[in-house]
């Protein structure tokens, strides 16, 4: 690919922390972790950051720290990765899928949300997407009126605010992933934050099996450890907390790089017919993770054939979770999810992007459109 849809950002810098926590004596969960759970708490100004290896596995904490289990719902967006959903049923729960606002704001619409909610709803989860703000104050509103939780999927989001508060900590429980392709990464990786102490606590057992002492404990002198629920294997490790605690120390620049690039392409796209890129009511500081259009006349596909051509890869975020084979039963028609996912594509966005790279993917899709619609 001329273009690729991402590539990490890691520097010698990146390799070197790596290299200084295997040359340490410790890898698995220990000082390192601790610190990165610091740092990035302090970033986002919230009380509790726990590290664990995946934000699949910190979605699935959120639901069993707020006690969801089989015969309670959860109210998802079903344009997000499978892993919001899969989460709840993880926990024992159904999904229920909520629809989008719509083609301008692809996040989930409270008004829809608010329909969804009955007797057995223990919860909605908010996924910012591609790291815009969801409209959480109608959201917060309706959690409020209806006592249930409020939980983030910020997996988009780190980098973004809203009204002043970084994305993730807004509802309960919010949660991040490091994977490769996201703001910053640790290979595989996620974080739960929250600002409630005992969920916080509840939170550091679950993650190592449900042990009131961990390995670490015990080289600090801690003498044996008690289990008092089950928990899982969803520890982070020092080797990727370094890598964690150098990409989140660079994390400013690069997202000023998104930033910029964002800026550039906006420019460029508004030149091109046919193609929407969504505003999300604007609301707030968006963290700029992903480059989304809506294919508005035309083949998506074909122009995703074209791109390919020319060397610019793109993909689809996503396709609608409720239309997978194990939601069938449990989904609904939501029609604003539908369209979006039939028409959408994601362009190449990544920080160390440079400038003629957004605009040979913009030529290219200016190209692309023109030989689809004489085709």
């Given at each position: 690919?001329?273009?690729?849809?991402?590539?990490?950002?890691?520097?010698?810098?990146?390799?070197?922390?790596?290299?200084?926590?295997?040359?340490?004596?410790?890898?698995?969960?220990?000082?390192?972790?601790?610190?990165?759970?610091q740092a990035f708490a302090e970033r986002l100004g919230v009380r509790h950051a726990v590290a664990v290896n995946s934000c699949t596995a910190a979605l699935h904490l959120a639901n069993v720290l707020l006690d969801i289990g089989p015969g309670d719902e959860v109210v998802v967006p079903s344009l997000t990765f499978v892993a919001t959903a899969n989460a709840v049923r993880f926990a024992g729960?159904?999904?229920?899928?909520?629809?989008?606002?719509?083609?301008?704001?692809w996040c989930l619409d409270p008004g829809h949300v608010e329909t969804l909610i009955t007797a057995r709803t223990k919860a909605v989860v908010a996924m910012h997407y591609a790291g815009h703000p969801c409209d959480m104050a109608g959201l917060r509103a309706l959690c409020t009126r209806h006592d249930i939780a409020l939980c983030e999927d910020a997996a988009h989001g780190l980098g973004g605010?809203?009204?002043?508060?970084?994305?993730?900590?807004?509802?309960?429980?919010?949660?991040?992933?490091?994977?490769?392709?996201?703001?910053?990464?640790?290979?595989?990786?996620?974080?739960?934050?929250?600002?409630?102490?005992?969920?916080?606590?509840?939170?550091?057992?679950?993650?190592?099996?449900?042990?009131?002492?961990?390995?670490?404990?015990?080289?600090?002198?801690?003498?044996?450890?008690?289990?008092?629920?089950?928990?899982?294997?969803?520890?982070?490790?020092?080797?990727?907390?370094?890598?964690?605690?150098?990409?989140?120390?660079?994390?400013?620049?690069?997202?000023?790089?998104?930033?910029?690039?964002?800026?550039?392409?906006?420019?460029?796209?508004?030149?091109?017919?046919?193609?929407?890129?969504?505003?999300?009511?604007?609301?707030?500081?968006?963290?700029?993770?992903?480059?989304?259009?809506?294919?508005?006349?035309?083949?998506?596909?074909?122009?995703?054939?074209?791109?390919?051509?020319?060397?610019?890869?793109?993909?689809?975020?996503?396709?609608?979770?409720?239309?997978?084979?194990?939601?069938?039963?449990?989904?609904?028609?939501?029609?604003?999810?539908?369209?979006?996912?039939?028409?959408?594509?994601?362009?190449?966005?990544?920080?160390?992007?440079?400038?003629?790279?957004?605009?040979?993917?913009?030529?290219?899709?200016?190209?692309?459109?023109?030989?689809?619609?004489?085709?």
């Amino acid at each position: 690919m001329r273009v690729p849809l991402f590539t990490p950002d890691l520097t010698d810098g990146d390799v070197a922390a790596v290299a200084t926590a295997m040359q340490s004596g410790w890898i698995t969960a220990g000082p390192r972790v601790a610190a990165f759970e610091q740092a990035f708490a302090e970033r986002l100004g919230v009380r509790h950051a726990v590290a664990v290896n995946s934000c699949t596995a910190a979605l699935h904490l959120a639901n069993v720290l707020l006690d969801i289990g089989p015969g309670d719902e959860v109210v998802v967006p079903s344009l997000t990765f499978v892993a919001t959903a899969n989460a709840v049923r993880f926990a024992g729960a159904v999904p229920v899928f909520a629809d989008i606002a719509g083609p301008d704001d692809w996040c989930l619409d409270p008004g829809h949300v608010e329909t969804l909610i009955t007797a057995r709803t223990k919860a909605v989860v908010a996924m910012h997407y591609a790291g815009h703000p969801c409209d959480m104050a109608g959201l917060r509103a309706l959690c409020t009126r209806h006592d249930i939780a409020l939980c983030e999927d910020a997996a988009h989001g780190l980098g973004g605010s809203l009204d002043g508060r970084a994305l993730g900590t807004i509802g309960r429980i919010g949660c991040f992933s490091f994977f490769s392709n996201k703001g910053m990464t640790t290979a595989e990786g996620g974080m739960l934050v929250t600002d409630d102490d005992d969920v916080a606590a509840r939170a550091r057992r679950l993650r190592s099996h449900g042990q009131t002492a961990t390995a670490i404990d015990r080289e600090k002198g801690a003498r044996g450890y008690d289990i008092p629920e089950i928990g899982y294997n969803y520890r982070m490790d020092d080797l990727r907390a370094a890598l964690g605690l150098s990409q989140l120390a660079r994390f400013d620049s690069m997202q000023a790089n998104r930033r910029r690039l964002m800026q550039r392409y906006e420019a460029r796209l508004a030149r091109i017919p046919h193609i929407r890129v969504p505003h999300f009511g604007r609301r707030g500081v968006a963290a700029d993770y992903l480059l989304p259009i809506l294919v508005e006349r035309g083949d998506r596909d074909a122009v995703r054939e074209r791109l390919a051509a020319a060397g610019v890869q793109t993909t689809v975020h996503y396709p609608p979770v409720h239309l997978f084979a194990p939601y069938r039963r449990v989904g609904r028609s939501l029609p604003h999810t539908e369209r979006i996912a039939a028409g959408s594509l994601s362009l190449p966005l990544f920080p160390s992007m440079r400038d003629e790279q957004v605009d040979y993917v913009c030529d290219a899709l200016e190209r692309a459109f023109a030989e689809v619609q004489a085709a």
